[in-house]
C-alpha cells in the first residue's frame, strides 16, 4: 500500500505536458445543498475558522441540508502528509489550504484547482481584495488558484517592562537581535519563544538576511541550485543563526513546542519576543488572558536592517497566510454559490474580531479601541513595494524537509554553520534539478 502511494504521488508529480483546463465559471446546474469540506491548516481557535463556521451556519439557516465539515490539522507537517495522500489518490475536497508551493504547482497544472481569479472576477470581488493579498497567493507566472482568507504584516511582539528590565531597546540592525538575548536571558526570562512544530518559523529566520541583502534574488538561485549556502550571502546568514544558539536565544526545546506554545510563553509573562504576525493582534490586546507582568507592556518591532541592505525599512514579511484551494472535481453549483456568499460576509466578521482582513474592509469603530491595533492599521499605508517571500512554499519539497530538520540542529547548537550548508546544498543540488525541470 505503501508503495502503491509513493508511485501515485510521484505520478501527480511529474511534468504536466500542458496545464490542464479550469472548470467552467460558473458551473451549469442547480443549486443542491449537500455536506461539503474544508481540510484546513490553521489554529481551531482563530479568527478565520470562527468566521467561516458562523458563515456556514448563516448558509446552512437559508439551505436547509447543506453542511461545511472542516477537518482540521494545525499542525504545518501533518497536514502536508494528509493533503499529498489526498492528492495522489485523487480525493481532494471541496476545499483545502495550500501556499502557492511547487506541490501546489503541480495540482494546478493537473488541473485539480479552479482558477481562482476567475473566480473572483464573476463575482465581481476583485478589486475589493488588497493586491498584496492576492500577490502574494499567485504562482511564478501571475496565475491565481488560491483565496486569501488572512492578512498580515509579520512582526517581532515585544514586552516593553522586559527590555526595560534588562537595559536593552529594539535591534536597529539585524546582528542586533541576537546580542539582546544574553542581557534578556540574565534577568530570569526566555528571550525568543518560538514555534519549532511547525517548521516555518525557523525557516523565516533563515530568509531575513537574503532579503535584506538581496531582495528574492538569492532564494530563486537557491531553490534551483544556481546559488549555494556556501556563498558568501549563505555564508553570513548561517553564521548568524548559529550566534542564536551561542547566545542562548531559544528554549533549548523549542523543536517540541507548537504555535499556542509559543504564543502562551509570550503573553505569560515567560518570554520577552514573539515572532508572528499581526494576525495575533486579538491576543495582543487581550489583556484578561494574559499574564499580569504583560498587561499594557506589549509593542512591537519590525523587521531590522543590515549594513548593506537593498530592501527598506518598510519592506519585509507582509503576507494572506496560507492560501485556500477549491477543487475542481467537486467543483458544481452549490460550492460556487457558497464561495459567493462566504466571501461577500467574511470581510466584516472577520475584520471584527480584530483581525486585518484581505479585503479593504476596516471597521468603522477599531475593536476595543485599542493603541496597538491602531498603530497597526496606521502603518499598512506605509508598506514598501517589496515583500519577502516565505522559503517553505519556494523549496522542493525535499530540499525543504532536510532544511528544516538541518535548521533545528543548527539553532540549538548541534550542528556547525558549515555542516548545515553542505547538507542543505547537496539536497537541493540532487532535487532541485529534478523538480523545476
Given at each position: ?295 499594557g507592556k506589549i509593542d512591537y518591532f519590525t523587521l531590522p536592517l543590515t549594513a548593506d541592505e537593498t530592501t527598506g525599512a518598510n519592506e519585509f514579511f507582509v503576507n494572506s497566510g496560507i492560501g485556500m484551494a477549491v477543487g475542481s472535481t467537486t467543483f458544481d453549483p452549490l460550492v460556487y454559490d457558497f464561495v459567493k456568499y462566504m466571501l461577500t460576509r467574511y470581510s ?90
Amino acid at each position: 500500500m505503501k508503495f502503491a502511494l509513493v508511485a501515485a504521488l510521484a505520478s501527480l508529480l511529474a511534468a504536466s505536458p500542458a496545464l490542464a483546463q479550469s472548470p467552467a465559471i460558473p458551473p451549469a446546474g442547480d443549486i443542491v445543498p449537500r455536506e461539503i469540506t474544508w481540510l484546513a491548516s490553521r489554529p481551531s481557535d482563530g479568527p478565520v475558522l470562527s468566521t467561516v463556521r458562523q458563515i456556514a451556519d448563516e448558509y446552512a439557516a437559508q439551505h436547509p441540508g447543506f453542511k461545511l465539515d472542516i477537518v482540521e490539522t494545525p499542525d504545518r507537517p501533518s497536514y502536508l502528509q494528509k493533503l499529498e495522500t489526498l492528492a495522489a489518490a485523487r480525493q481532494l475536497p471541496e476545499f483545502f489550504d495550500t501556499d502557492a508551493t511547487p506541490f501546489a504547482d503541480k495540482l494546478r497544472q493537473q488541473g485539480l484547482m479552479v482558477d481562482t481569479a476567475a473566480l473572483l472576477d464573476s463575482y465581481g470581488l476583485t478589486d475589493q481584495f488588497r493586491p498584496v493579498a492576492l500577490n502574494y497567493d499567485r504562482f511564478g507566472d501571475g496565475s491565481l488558484y488560491l483565496i486569501p482568507l488572512e492578512f498580515g504584516m509579520e512582526v517581532f511582539w515585544y514586552n516593553k517592562a522586559m527590555f526595560e528590565a534588562a537595559g536593552v531597546t529594539p535591534p536597529a540592525t539585524l546582528d542586533d537581535l541576537p546580542a539582546l538575548c544574553p542581557k534578556l536571558a540574565a534577568t530570569g526570562v526566555l528571550p525568543i519563544a518560538l514555534d519549532g512544530v511547525d517548521g516555518w518559523p525557523p525557516q523565516r529566520m533563515i530568509a531575513w538576511y537574503p532579503f535584506r541583502l538581496s531582495g528574492a534574488d538569492y532564494l530563486d538561485k537557491l531553490k534551483r541550485g544556481e546559488a549555494k549556502l556556501s556563498d558568501p550571502i549563505g555564508v553570513k546568514t548561517t553564521q548568524w543563526l548559529a550566534s542564536f544558539a551561542s547566545n542562548g536565544c531559544l528554549a533549548k526545546d523549542f523543536s517540541a513546542q507548537g504555535y499556542t506554545d509559543a504564543r502562551d510563553q509570550f503573553t505569560q509573562g515567560k518570554a520577552a519576543i514573539y515572532y508572528m504576525g499581526t494576525w495575533e493582534t486579538e491576543a495582543m490586546i487581550n489583556e484578561a488572558s494574559q499574564a499580569e507582568a504583560v498587561r499594557g507592556k506589549i509593542d512591537y518591532f519590525t523587521l531590522p536592517l543590515t549594513a548593506d541592505e537593498t530592501t527598506g525599512a518598510n519592506e519585509f514579511f507582509v503576507n494572506s497566510g496560507i492560501g485556500m484551494a477549491v477543487g475542481s472535481t467537486t467543483f458544481d453549483p452549490l460550492v460556487y454559490d457558497f464561495v459567493k456568499y462566504m466571501l461577500t460576509r467574511y470581510s466584516e466578521l472577520y475584520a471584527n474580531t480584530g483581525a486585518l482582513s484581505p479585503m479593504t474592509y476596516t471597521p468603522e469603530k477599531l475593536p476595543n479601541d485599542a493603541p496597538l491595533y491602531a498603530k497597526i492599521v496606521a502603518e499598512i499605508p506605509k508598506l514598501g513595494s517589496l515583500y519577502a517571500v516565505p522559503w517553505d512554499t519556494q523549496l522542493d519539497p525535499k530540499s525543504n524537509t532536510v532544511m528544516q530538520q538541518q535548521l533545528t540542529l543548527l539553532l540549538q547548537g548541534n550542528i556547525t554553520a558549515e555542516q548545515f550548508q553542505q547538507a542543505v546544498d547537496a539536497a537541493i543540488a540532487e532535487n532541485a534539478p529534478r523538480f523545476f525541470k
